[in-house]
């Protein structure tokens, strides 16, 4: 069984990872760049240029310590080949912070989704 769960820095439902790990439930992180938002948070980026990525780099290998599989979304030839190369770790008192990161408020345009914004 897979649960796809929105999951990304600012959005990181430990409990229900936990509960679906500990189910046998594999947990599949739906949009781990934040639908694009993320790109506009500057403490995100200086963390990112810190280990030497972008920053999808930065958030889809975020996912991966979580135990998750991460599910990136780009018609983009090149960007699927950068978002494939997360050859690095980050830190355990970065991945707290990145837990700990403030939570975005609005998706933009991608507001309207349910699974972003809760509402039609």
Same mark, same amino acid.
């Given at each position: 069984?897979? /649960?796809?769960?929105?999951?990304? !820095?600012?959005? &990181? ?49 975020? &996912? ?9 979304? &780009?018609? /983009?030839?090149?960007?699927?080949? &950068? ?6 770790? !980050? ?12 939570? !975005? ?16």
């Amino acid at each position: 069984m897979v /649960n796809q769960i929105l999951l990304h !820095i600012s959005n &990181t439902p430990l409990e229900l990872i936990e509960y679906c790990q500990k189910k046998g439930i594999a947990v599949e992180a739906y949009s781990p760049i934040a639908h694009g938002e993320i790109l506009h948070q500057p403490e995100i980026a200086s963390m990112a240029e810190k280990y030497g990525v972008s920053v999808p780099q930065l958030c889809i290998r975020y &996912t991966l310590p979580l135990g998750t599989i991460s599910l990136p979304k &780009t018609g /983009n030839p090149e960007h699927m080949k &950068t978002n494939a190369d997360v050859d690095f770790e !980050i830190s355990a008192e970065d991945m707290e912070v990145l837990k700990n990161f403030k939570h !975005i408020e609005s998706y933009g345009e991608s507001s309207g989704f349910p699974v972003y914004g809760g509402k039609l």
